[in-house]
């Protein structure tokens, strides 16, 4: 194997590990206050809104609601079920079958 190949490859590996690992190290050891924890909670919640609002909502940076949005329209249906289930694998599925569902019938 080529040197350099090795040494980027280390390099890589520590780039992306070091910085996850060291707060996870250093914060597993520190009992942090609830309201620190309550707000830490929301922060998966926040981030996945922050990827899918764009999709569902926007086309060509402007607002598309329709009942020609796919995405809006299949959103539907996965919001619902994720509200009722609260699970993670039922909502993908059903997010899944919608898009199938809703873009057959939209297109």
Same mark, same amino acid.
């Given at each position: 194997?080529?040197?350099?190949?090795?040494? =980027?490859? &280390?390099?890589?590996?520590?780039?992306?590990?070091? %910085?996850?690992?060291? %707060?996870?190290?250093?914060? =597993?050891?520190? @009992?942090?206050?609830? !309201?620190? #924890? /309550?707000? &830490? @909670?929301?922060? %998966?919640?926040?981030?996945? /809104?922050?990827?899918?609002?764009?999709?569902?909502f926007m086309k060509?940076n402007h607002?598309?609601? /329709?009942? #020609?949005?796919?995405?809006?329209?299949?959103? $539907? %249906?996965?919001?619902?079920?994720?509200?009722?289930?609260?699970?993670? !694998?039922?909502?993908?599925?059903?997010? $899944?079958?919608?898009?199938?569902?809703? /873009?057959?019938?939209?297109?």
């Open positions: 194997m080529d040197k350099k190949f090795v040494i =980027s490859v &280390l390099g890589m590996f520590l780039v992306t590990y070091v %910085p996850r690992f060291l %707060p996870v190290f250093g914060l =597993s050891r520190v @009992e942090m206050p609830n !309201f620190i #924890k /309550s707000f &830490l @909670e929301y922060i %998966p919640v926040a981030v996945l /809104s922050a990827l899918l609002f764009p999709t569902i060509g607002l598309f609601i /329709s009942y #020609k949005n796919i995405f809006l329209m299949a959103s $539907i %249906p996965t919001v619902l079920v994720a509200y009722k289930s609260r699970k993670l !694998f039922s909502p993908v599925i059903v997010g $899944i079958i919608s898009y199938i569902l809703t /873009s057959l019938v939209i297109n």
